[in-house]
């Protein structure tokens, strides 16, 4: 027995300086940064430009693995189970750790044990767009809706997206106003009923709203966050067309497998940083209304998480949302 005691004693004093070699020398081989969505959307285009510029900035390539499905429950629990050794990453979204956590009946992951938070890359903040029959500020629409209990209704992606749950906290921002929600599966199905004026109004991305707005066949009324678009100076923030504190958004995170060690932590959020800091990412980023956040640290990150989790969960229980 005390033989085999000190024959692990001395594998485990052998691995560890081996530990320490493949830590200080992160990272040695490919990269794979897991989307928990379908190629195309919004989180696919600025995790392959960030993983682009990431494979520059590490010395090594990173690629984009889309790991779609459950709502990015997939992809989330493909990294919780990974090896914490730096070469398996998720693109964390909103969905995954700010509103699954509290609207899943049964979520295989916890949002904050199971995952090392790394650093932030943007936020994308949403936009109120309404159809061009109706009032063209915020207030004149919440006026028109509570002159009208259920009269009128509105899209969203589907029941517990961050389109649903930007709808359900407006309308307990301006008073609780009666407004019929009217899930689509996506908002590929949802867009062309807000054109025909089938649903008075919605929160989209400014990005797939932008050309419907230029060409007239919608308005859109306000951005959701707390300063303006960089590309789009005219339209005002929630705050400014009424709605006091009023920010919705998704984003996007860096998070590896819980237990993932400091060194590696620090040196892709060093990457980040160098990524985030670059004119040309910030230019990207601006072009599709999506708000980098350059002065990121894992501290923050995990910071972020907390927060956002505690902003969305009082709203999805007041909404009922359960997601089986």
């Known amino acids: 027995m005390k033989r085999r005691h000190l024959l692990a004693v ?20 490919t990269v794979r940064l897991v989307v928990p969505f379908a190629p195309g959307g919004p989180t696919d285009i600025i995790g392959r430009m960030i993983a682009e510029k990431m494979t520059a900035t590490l010395g090594q390539t990173m690629i984009v693995e889309n790991k779609a499905g459950g709502a990015g429950v997939i992809g989330a629990n493909e990294i919780k189970t990974a090896r914490p050794d730096g070469y398996s990453l998720l693109f964390a979204t909103s969905s995954t750790h700010a509103i699954l956590p509290t609207a899943m009946v049964k979520v295989p992951y916890d949002p904050i ?3 090392t938070p790394i650093s932030s890359v943007c936020v994308n903040p949403l936009v109120l767009v309404a159809h061009p029959s109706m009032p063209d500020t915020v207030m004149g629409l919440v006026d028109l ?9 509105y899209a969203s992606s589907g029941t ?10 407006f309308k307990r921002e301006v008073g609780n ?11 590929g199905p949802a867009i062309p009923d807000l054109l025909a004026g089938n649903v ?35 339209i005002p923030t929630m705050i400014e067309a009424g709605v006091p504190g009023y920010e919705a958004y998704t984003f996007n995170l860096f998070l590896g497998p819980a237990g993932l060690p400091q060194p590696i932590v620090d040196r892709i959020d060093q990457a980040t940083r160098k990524v985030m800091a670059d004119q ?14 350059p002065d990121t640290t894992p501290q ?25």
């Open 10 to 29: 001395g594998a485990g004093a052998l691995t560890a300086p081996a530990v320490v070699r493949a830590q200080d020398k992160y990272p040695e081989r």
């Open 113 to 115: 044990k199971d995952f």
């Open 145 to 153: 809706m509570k002159k009208n209990p259920g009269k009128y209704s």
């Open 160 to 169: 517990g997206s961050i389109l649903h749950l930007a709808g359900e906290y």
């Open 177 to 187: 106003i009666d407004v019929v929600h009217v899930p689509y599966r996506g908002s």
């Open 200 to 234: 008075a109004w919605m929160f989209e991305t400014f990005s797939t709203m932008t050309q419907h707005h230029r060409a007239g066949k919608v308005r859109i009324l306000a951005f959701a966050h707390q300063k303006r678009a960089a590309i789009a100076p005219d």
């Open 280 to 293: 040309s990412t910030q230019k990207f980023l601006e072009d599709i209304a999506a708000v980098p956040t």
């Open 300 to 324: 923050r990150t995990a910071k972020f998480i907390q927060d956002e989790l505690a902003k969305w969960a009082p709203v999805i229980r007041a909404a009922g949302v359960k997601i089986e």
